[in-house]
């Protein structure tokens, strides 16, 4: 492994280049389910069409887990964002349109949204009453079935700009099939964490260019900040609470 | 005793599951001995139950704040006492069990049924009130009920729920009708749904959907947002105070109080004073923004501010307020969803919207409707007088309730400022809010009901003209009447050329002359007259403007003055609606107009066939498109009709026979036809009796036997009164296509089939027999064999002188010279089967064929057109 170069280091990761590789290596705190499943969801992304690295292995590399895919020659749209401030309106737009294009692929085996964000919600126990959890997943039993390919996690950090000119989306650990406007609601949510200007952007542009009103997509809001709440980011924890504690209309 | 059995092993607290699958068998069971339950022994238990909802009802609301932490305890009481005093009152005497409508007259019943297990969803914010009144209305109804409580309301929706069942019991009803799921959640609620036979779920919209989406039926309720005018006209004072009465109520959780108040630029600075005079604090600058964040989070209520008082909101928000502030209140511009201002709120914030008029308001109201309470409730403040403002007002709000002058929390609930509207805790929102009901739902939302509906005949009716004259040289004594008795002054004779020309008219005239009746006459109606003619004569009608009108001549004479005489009465009216075929004359979609109010209608017929001077019935071809319009109403009946035998003297003997034999067709087909009746029989008979008797003389002898040639007259004349009122059949439906494909003279297309269609109708095994509630089976030989012994015809069996019969009729049509076959007609065979398809359709659709007694197939005429042209050997047409 002495060719591979680290890029960067995570609280359970560290991912290397190597060649035209990029593998990510886990520690022990990452379940192996999880990474196989990661896995599972690239093959499938890729199997239907979206551009996305392609996965080459997973195996174990001195003793953890390792998980490789093609490497994507270009850069990453938050580092052009960046780079060149001018350009926001531009990049945001070309990662608006890239979100609603995925949105309209099919991948009928990726797990169902809803019961990947019932699983979390589930599993929050020690943060939220057992009455707040009632509320959310009635809101989210209550939510339309749908069936649009979701990437779960989509922010600029995850779209690369490719040398080829075509945008990619990498890290697919979160993907299922379910709403397009759930999607959104966690990438609006990401951004708000980081600049509310940029996050309000975005929702009009998601909104026009899918023909969503916000208020579909802001209805998802309480459900996807308690599905980011129990990634136990605690820097965010009380911002995330201010979300979730909600009233259904009567 | 179930109930005893029960008792042992109920499972008494459900909290998973399993449990709750084991507690609803239970309460099946439970819930089957109830079904039994006589109407006396329910009202004793809905008594008891409400009387002690009722007692409970301070202890209740102070658990239920103290458990939820939202409203005021005192609004909570009247909540509670109004879910148990006023649904009592309402449904008291309103009958659940067995039979609760009864028309014996109609042979008509009613019988309510419970549906079974209600699965009551209960919200937080209401949570005792709506428990008491699912409970009551579940026990008046005979159901059972398992409740669904909102976590954070739990105990106290318990125990509300455990006062009405203890009650119940006691009072006799079975054990553990009611029961409640300790700990909701998700899992159970959606099982509870699956499991139960109507959901009564009152709560968010995921509740909602997820009762709908349980696959069992549903009676969910939606959110409201409810919008306010306050109009120019209305008593500001009084709107104000309202609103501030309601939006306060249990500090603002009503899903019908008002969310935002739109006053009209007049009155807006009025209304502002005494919200401002009355303790209502303006949000200003900043503070509006800090409540708008305070209030919605993302487009969602904050569940901290639900329920909670102005102050406290107010502290939350970060702004300082007077401690017993009202209701705080946002002056905002828009209505869309991105203000917050503009949602449903559940505390006592208000926005208030300012407009130029009252159409700005109502675009206002209607987007806010639109985007949260769709279906719902929307309020109006207005002169009561102004009903054009709420006229306007209400066809434009899609809400179920619309309440003027009224605050619109205690407004909603009903009964309580108006007392025709259902008190109820759960308000439909009908389609609009995604719900089956927009109604407030009550009793009869939870019961099953059977209907028993006895087999009824059809009323039936005997009708003729007003006047029926006959006997030989009656026609100059009757037209006397006209003069001496009518007064009329101005007469229009309808005939045709011949029959003017060769003098028949001038008795007529004559009489009219000496009566002092001005007279003109319209005599261009030609043979199947025609609608342009008609046209023609109604111009010469309009012109002379005559207050009698007297038809002298055939059918065709007599046809055209009756579409004459519509046409003078009601210009406007349309043949095409005129003309639309009927099931049942009594239910026609077109209903004629009243004929008789510019002129009196009399008929002189000059041949004896048609009847047309005592039927209702007129036929018109339109000649550039070849329409036949065949009319039938009541309203075309004549008003006198003169059988005067002197003038049909000299009728042809080709005239003679064809309308003979139609005389004759007419009394057979009104016999057997499925709406023959004790009235119209009598006419048939004899009228058939008299042309066997009749005929033959008067079709040898003409003239010279004016004893025949009158016999026939009546005999005309009385068949038509019997078809008028039991209609005719398939040979007529037949004949009709004959004449108008091949011009066959009518009388001889009847007479060249009657046999052949007489057999068809007789079979005992017809494929589908005439539908009419009097027609209760097969039966049409037995009337053939009956009017054939009347007439004479004698026969060891019935199927003998049934026999004897078709002899008898067909000796008569050789006897007058008619072919027995339609090839001898001179019809062509291959024109006869290039029109052979057409005239079955047509003929099967033609008007006549409702009554016949056998219910005709397109293939079965089509069989009889071939039989009858080719003179095939009668099958015996049974199926």
Same mark, same amino acid.
């Given at each position: 492994?002495?060719?591979?170069?680290?890029?960067?280091?995570?609280?359970?990761?560290?991912?290397?280049?190597?060649?035209?590789?990029?593998?990510?290596?886990?520690?022990?705190?990452?379940?192996?389910?999880?990474?196989?499943?990661?896995?599972?969801?690239?093959?499938?992304?890729?199997?239907?069409?979206?551009?996305?690295?392609?996965?080459?292995?997973?195996?174990?590399?001195?003793?953890?887990?390792?998980?490789?895919?093609?490497?994507?020659?270009?850069?990453?749209?938050?580092?052009?964002?960046?780079?060149?401030?001018?350009?926001?309106?531009?990049?945001?737009?070309?990662?608006?349109?890239?979100?609603?294009?995925?949105?309209?692929?099919?991948?009928?085996?990726?797990?169902?949204?809803?019961?990947?964000?019932?699983?979390?919600?589930?599993?929050?126990?020690?943060?939220?009453?057992?009455?707040?959890?009632?509320?959310?997943?009635?809101?989210?039993?209550?939510?339309?079935?749908?069936?649009?390919?979701?990437?779960?996690?989509?922010?600029?950090?995850?779209?690369?700009?490719?040398?080829?000119?075509?945008?990619?989306?990498?890290?697919?650990?979160?993907?299922?099939?379910?709403?397009?406007?759930?999607?959104?609601?966690?990438?609006?949510?990401?951004?708000?964490?980081?600049?509310?200007?940029?996050?309000?952007?975005?929702?009009?542009?998601?909104?026009?260019?899918?023909?969503?009103?916000?208020?579909?997509?802001?209805?998802?809001?309480?459900?996807?900040?308690?599905?980011?709440?129990?990634?136990?980011?605690?820097?965010?924890?009380?911002?995330?609470?201010?979300?979730?504690?909600?009233?259904?209309?009567? | 005793?179930?109930?005893?059995?029960?008792?042992?092993?109920?499972?008494?607290?459900?909290?998973?599951?399993?449990?709750?699958?084991?507690?609803?068998?239970?309460?099946?069971?439970?819930?089957?001995?109830?079904?039994?339950?006589?109407?006396?022994?329910?009202?004793?238990?809905?008594?008891?139950?409400?009387?002690?909802?009722?007692?409970?009802?301070?202890?209740?609301?102070?658990?239920?704040?103290?458990?939820?932490?939202?409203?005021?305890?005192?609004?909570?009481?009247?909540?509670?006492?109004?879910?148990?005093?006023?649904?009592?009152?309402?449904?008291?005497?309103?009958?659940?069990?067995?039979?609760?409508?009864?028309?014996?007259?109609?042979?008509?019943?009613?019988?309510?049924?419970?549906?079974?297990?209600?699965?009551?969803?209960?919200?937080?914010?209401?949570?005792?009130?709506?428990?008491?009144?699912?409970?009551?209305?579940?026990?008046?109804?005979?159901?059972?009920?398992?409740?669904?409580?909102?976590?954070?309301?739990?105990?106290?929706?318990?125990?509300?729920?455990?006062?009405?069942?203890?009650?119940?019991?006691?009072?006799?009803?079975?054990?553990?009708?009611?029961?409640?799921?300790?700990?909701?959640?998700?899992?159970?609620?959606?099982?509870?749904?699956?499991?139960?036979?109507?959901?009564?779920?009152?709560?968010?919209?995921?509740?909602?959907?997820?009762?709908?989406?349980?696959?069992?039926?549903?009676?969910?309720?939606?959110?409201?947002?409810?919008?306010?005018?306050?109009?120019?006209?209305?008593?500001?004072?009084?709107?104000?105070?309202?609103?501030?009465?309601?939006?306060?109520?249990?500090?603002?959780?009503?899903?019908?109080?008002?969310?935002?108040?739109?006053?009209?630029?007049?009155?807006?600075?009025?209304?502002?004073?005494?919200?401002?005079?009355?303790?209502?604090?303006?949000?200003?600058?900043?503070?509006?923004?800090?409540?708008?964040?305070?209030?919605?989070?993302?487009?969602?209520?904050?569940?901290?501010?639900?329920?909670?008082?102005?102050?406290?909101?107010?502290?939350?928000?970060?702004?300082?307020?007077?401690?017993?502030?009202?209701?705080?209140?946002?002056?905002?511009?828009?209505?869309?969803?991105?203000?917050?201002?503009?949602?449903?709120?559940?505390?006592?914030?208000?926005?208030?919207?300012?407009?130029?008029?009252?159409?700005?308001?109502?675009?206002?109201?209607?987007?806010?409707?639109?985007?949260?309470?769709?279906?719902?409730?929307?309020?109006?403040?207005?002169?009561?007088?102004?009903?054009?403002?709420?006229?306007?007002?209400?066809?434009?709000?899609?809400?179920?309730?619309?309440?003027?002058?009224?605050?619109?929390?205690?407004?909603?609930?009903?009964?309580?400022?108006?007392?025709?509207?259902?008190?109820?805790?759960?308000?439909?929102?009908?389609?609009?809010?995604?719900?089956?009901?927009?109604?407030?739902?009550?009793?009869?939302?939870?019961?099953?009901?059977?209907?028993?509906?006895?087999?009824?005949?059809?009323?039936?009716?005997?009708?003729?003209?007003?006047?029926?004259?006959?006997?030989?040289?009656?026609?100059?004594?009757?037209?006397?009447?006209?003069?001496?008795?009518?007064?009329?002054?101005?007469?229009?004779?309808?005939?045709?050329?011949?029959?003017?020309?060769?003098?028949?008219?001038?008795?007529?005239?004559?009489?009219?002359?000496?009566?002092?009746?001005?007279?003109?006459?319209?005599?261009?109606?030609?043979?199947?007259?025609?609608?342009?003619?008609?046209?023609?004569?109604?111009?010469?009608?309009?012109?002379?403007?005559?207050?009698?009108?007297? &038809?002298?001549?055939?059918?065709? *004479? #007599? @046809?055209?003055?009756? $579409?004459?005489?519509?046409? +003078?009465? %009601? =210009?406007? &009216?349309?043949?095409?609606?005129? *003309? #639309? @075929?009927?099931?049942? $004359?009594?239910?026609?979609? +077109?209903? %004629? =107009?009243?004929?008789?109010?510019?002129?009196?209608?009399?008929?002189?017929?000059?041949?004896?066939?048609?009847?047309?001077?005592?039927?209702?019935?007129?036929?018109?071809?339109?000649?550039?498109?070849?329409?036949?319009?065949?009319?039938?109403?009541?309203?075309?009946?004549?008003?006198?009709?003169?059988?005067?035998?002197?003038?049909?003297?000299?009728?042809?003997?080709?005239?003679?026979?064809?309308?003979?034999?139609?005389?004759?067709?007419?009394?057979?087909?009104?016999?057997?036809?499925?709406?023959?009746?004790?009235?119209?029989?009598?006419?048939?008979?004899?009228?058939?009796?008299?042309?066997?008797?009749?005929?033959?003389?008067?079709?040898?002898?003409?003239?010279?036997?004016?004893?025949?040639?009158?016999?026939?007259?009546?005999?005309?004349?009385?068949?038509?009164?019997?078809?008028?009122?039991?209609?005719?059949?398939?040979?007529?439906?037949?004949?009709?296509?004959?004449?108008?494909?091949?011009?066959?003279?009518?009388?001889?297309?009847?007479?060249?089939?009657?046999?052949?269609?007489?057999?068809?109708?007789?079979?005992?095994?017809?494929?589908?027999?005439?539908?009419?509630?009097?027609?209760?089976?097969?039966?049409?030989?037995?009337?053939?064999?009956?009017?054939?012994?009347?007439?004479?015809?004698?026969?060891?069996?019935?199927?003998?002188?049934?026999?004897?019969?078709?002899?008898?009729?067909?000796?008569?049509?050789?006897?007058?010279?008619?072919?027995?076959?339609?090839?001898?007609?001179?019809?062509?065979?291959?024109?006869?089967?290039?029109?052979?398809?057409?005239?079955?359709?047509?003929?099967?659709?033609?008007?006549?064929?409702?009554?016949?007694?056998?219910?005709?197939?397109?293939?079965?005429?089509?069989?009889?057109?071939?039989?009858?042209?080719?003179?095939?050997?009668?099958?015996?047409?049974?199926?």
């Amino acid at each position: 492994m002495a060719s591979m170069q680290e890029i960067v280091k995570r609280q359970n990761k560290i991912v290397y280049r190597e060649g035209d590789e990029m593998i990510k290596v886990f520690n022990e705190s990452k379940p192996v389910s999880d990474i196989f499943n990661e896995a599972l969801n690239l093959a499938r992304v890729a199997e239907a069409g979206i551009n996305s690295p392609k996965p080459v292995w997973v195996k174990r590399v001195d003793g953890d887990w390792a998980f490789a895919t093609t490497r994507i020659a270009g850069k990453a749209l938050d580092d052009l964002m960046a780079e060149h401030p001018e350009k926001l309106d531009k990049y945001l737009k070309l990662f608006v349109d890239f979100q609603v294009r995925i949105h309209s692929y099919r991948a009928p085996l990726l797990q169902r949204q809803k019961d990947k964000y019932t699983r979390m919600i589930k599993s929050l126990t020690d943060i939220l009453d057992a009455t707040t959890r009632y509320e959310l997943e009635m809101r989210l039993d209550g939510m339309p079935n749908e069936v649009e390919v979701c990437h779960g996690d989509f922010n600029p950090s995850n779209v690369i700009v490719g040398d080829d000119g075509e945008l990619y989306a990498c890290d697919w650990a979160h993907a299922t099939q379910g709403s397009g406007a759930a999607d959104a609601a966690m990438s609006y949510l990401l951004f708000e964490l980081e600049d509310h200007t940029k996050a309000e952007k975005y929702l009009d542009l998601y909104c026009k260019k899918s023909d969503t009103p916000k208020q579909i997509v802001r209805n998802w809001l309480s459900i996807v900040a308690a599905s980011e709440l129990s990634r136990h980011r605690e820097d965010n924890r009380e911002f995330l609470l201010s979300w979730i504690d909600i009233a259904d209309y009567q | 005793m179930p109930q005893s059995k029960s008792k042992e092993k109920m499972t008494e607290v459900i909290d998973s599951v399993e449990s709750l699958k084991v507690a609803m068998a239970e309460m099946r069971e439970a819930q089957q001995v109830f079904a039994t339950f006589s109407q006396e022994q329910v009202d004793k238990i809905f008594y008891e139950a409400a009387m002690a909802a009722n007692k409970a009802r301070i202890p209740l609301a102070k658990m239920a704040v103290e458990e939820t932490g939202m409203g005021v305890v005192e609004d909570k009481v009247i909540k509670n006492h109004y879910a148990s005093e006023y649904i009592y009152n309402k449904y008291k005497r309103t009958k659940t069990c067995g039979v609760i409508e009864e028309d014996p007259a109609y042979g008509y019943q009613v019988v309510a049924e419970p549906m079974g297990i209600v699965a009551g969803i209960i919200p937080t914010t209401n949570p005792t009130s709506t428990a008491i009144f699912k409970c009551l209305i579940s026990l008046k109804t005979r159901n059972a009920i398992i409740i669904s409580p909102h976590p954070r309301a739990a105990k106290c929706t318990a125990a509300a729920a455990q006062r009405v069942r203890e009650a119940a019991e006691a009072a006799g009803a079975p054990k553990g009708l009611i029961r409640w799921i300790s700990v909701p959640t998700l899992e159970m609620t959606n099982e509870l749904m699956r499991d139960a036979d109507i959901i009564l779920a009152t709560g968010g919209p995921g509740m909602v959907k997820a009762a709908y989406s349980s696959g069992k039926p549903a009676l969910g309720v939606g959110p409201g947002n409810v919008p306010v005018i306050i109009h120019s006209s209305a008593n500001v004072k009084v709107a104000v105070n309202s609103i501030i009465h309601s939006k306060t109520f249990d500090n603002g959780m009503i899903c019908a109080s008002e969310q935002s108040v739109t006053a009209l630029d007049d009155v807006y600075d009025e209304v502002k004073a005494e919200f401002a005079r009355r303790g209502c604090y303006f949000l200003k600058g900043e503070e509006l923004d800090r409540v708008r964040k305070t209030v919605i989070i993302n487009g969602s209520v904050n569940a901290k501010i639900v329920g909670q008082s102005a102050a406290t909101i107010a502290e939350m928000a970060g702004v300082e307020v007077p401690k017993k502030t009202k209701i705080l209140i946002g002056e905002v511009e828009s209505v869309s969803p991105s203000e917050e201002f503009a949602h449903e709120k559940l505390s006592p914030v208000l926005a208030m919207y300012h407009a130029k008029d009252f159409d700005e308001a109502l675009e206002k109201a209607k987007r806010l409707v639109a985007d949260g309470g769709f279906g719902h409730t929307s309020s109006l403040y207005v002169h009561p007088t102004r009903q054009d403002v709420i006229d306007k007002f209400k066809s434009v709000m899609m809400t179920g309730r619309i309440l003027v002058n009224t605050p619109s929390a205690q407004g909603g609930i009903g009964d309580l400022y108006n007392f025709k509207m259902a008190p109820s805790m759960t308000l439909g929102c009908g389609t609009w809010g995604g719900n089956s009901t927009s109604e407030n739902v009550g009793v009869k939302h939870l019961l099953n009901t059977k209907v028993v509906a006895m087999r009824q005949e059809n009323m039936l009716w005997f009708r003729t003209p007003e006047k029926i004259y006959f006997k030989r040289g009656c026609m100059p004594v009757a037209l006397n009447e006209l003069g001496q008795v009518m007064d009329k002054k101005r007469c229009f004779i309808v005939t045709d050329q011949f029959l003017y020309k060769n003098g028949y008219t001038k008795p007529v005239e004559d009489k009219l002359d000496e009566l002092g009746i001005v007279h003109s006459c319209f005599w261009d109606v030609a043979p199947d007259p025609t609608l342009q003619c008609a046209q023609e004569g109604v111009k010469q009608l309009r012109a002379f403007e005559p207050d009698v009108i007297i &038809a002298m001549g055939g059918g065709s *004479a #007599m @046809d055209a003055a009756k $579409i004459m005489w519509v046409m +003078y009465e %009601y =210009p406007e &009216a349309r043949f095409e609606d005129m *003309a #639309m @075929d009927f099931m049942d $004359i009594r239910k026609r979609i +077109y209903i %004629y =107009p009243d004929m008789g109010k510019k002129a009196y209608f009399v008929c002189i017929p000059t041949s004896s066939g048609t009847g047309s001077e005592v039927t209702p019935f007129a036929i018109i071809t339109d000649a550039e498109t070849g329409v036949k319009w065949p009319l039938a109403d009541y309203e075309l009946m004549p008003n006198m009709a003169i059988v005067d035998v002197d003038n049909m003297m000299s009728q042809p003997k080709g005239l003679t026979a064809a309308s003979g034999l139609d005389v004759l067709t007419h009394a057979l087909e009104a016999y057997v036809s499925i709406m023959a009746t004790d009235f119209s029989d009598p006419s048939a008979l004899q009228a058939m009796k008299l042309v066997f008797e009749n005929l033959p003389s008067a079709y040898d002898n003409g003239a010279a036997d004016p004893e025949a040639r009158e016999r026939m007259a009546n005999a005309s004349c009385l068949a038509g009164i019997a078809f008028s009122n039991a209609f005719l059949g398939v040979n007529h439906s037949m004949a009709h296509k004959l004449g108008a494909f091949h011009h066959i003279p009518h009388g001889v297309a009847n007479a060249v089939i009657l046999t052949r269609v007489m057999r068809y109708n007789s079979a005992s095994v017809p494929a589908k027999m005439g539908t009419f509630s009097q027609y209760a089976y097969p039966h049409a030989k037995e009337r053939y064999v009956e009017a054939a012994r009347f007439c004479g015809v004698t026969g060891a069996s019935d199927d003998e002188v049934f026999e004897n019969f078709l002899a008898k009729i067909n000796e008569l049509v050789t006897h007058c010279g008619v072919p027995l076959t339609i090839a001898e007609l001179g019809v062509k065979e291959d024109d006869f089967l290039a029109t052979l398809d057409e005239m079955v359709e047509q003929a099967f659709n033609d008007q006549c064929t409702t009554a016949n007694p056998r219910y005709p197939l397109m293939s079965e005429l089509k069989e009889l057109y071939l039989d009858a042209f080719y003179g095939r050997p009668a099958t015996s047409y049974e199926a």
